[in-house]
């Protein structure tokens, strides 16, 4: 302790290692933020609400939802929220494996695969998802409700529904050839 400083009976809290946080790989996209006035006798009171997209670019996604009197408490809120959401969906290396239609609430979203280099062709929060979920080139369109939470909720509900293509043929019963990356991994176990 400094000689001039005097012992004011507290204690550090900074007691241990402190804890690092670890850079995460997640990258989290605020869709909406949505701000309600309360009238009460003295004047209005404010309180903010947030719809937040959070993804890892690698095919895993959720949307979280959060409110409070603030809007970065509003914002954290909803980023937990999404975090805990986050589902895994299939993708086919840049764009998605076939056309989806998701529907929730009045919301309705149309994804079309889309050749590389094309971009996300997209708005608002159907963007959002796509970008966060790892998506570079696909075709979108909004076709009901233009209400960013249900919009942001049939985009994934079409994500969803997207099976890769060896799922289907598998269901099917339909044999395939295996790929040069296959064959080559199968050659060099058996050697």
Do not use: W
């Not at 012992?7 to 402190?18: A, E, I, L, Q, Y």
């Not at 409110?67 to 299939?90: F, G, T």
């Amino acid at each position: 302790m400094p000689p001039n400083a005097r012992n004011t009976g507290r204690r550090d809290n900074n007691r241990g290692p402190k804890e690092t946080k670890e850079p995460s790989d997640t990258v989290e996209k605020v869709v909406f933020i949505n701000r309600c006035a309360k009238v009460v006798k003295g004047g209005r009171r404010f309180s903010f609400s947030a719809l937040i997209v959070t993804g890892d670019h690698k095919g895993r996604v959720g949307c979280g939802f959060g409110k409070a009197k603030e809007v970065s408490e509003a914002i954290r809120k909803a980023s937990d929220s999404a975090r805990k959401a986050m589902r895994p969906m299939s993708l086919a290396q840049t764009t998605i494996p076939h056309e989806v239609t998701g529907e929730f609430g009045g919301g309705r979203v149309l994804l079309r695969p889309a050749s590389p280099g094309t971009g996300i062709i997209a708005g608002g929060g159907v963007r959002a998802v796509c970008e966060a979920v790892g998506i570079r080139d696909i075709l979108a369109k909004s076709l009901g409700s233009n209400n960013h939470a249900n919009v942001v909720k049939a985009t994934l509900e079409a994500l969803s529904k997207l099976r890769p293509r060896e799922e289907i043929f598998r269901v099917r019963g339909i044999k395939t050839k295996p790929s040069k990356a296959e064959a080559a991994a199968e050659i060099a176990a058996t050697a």
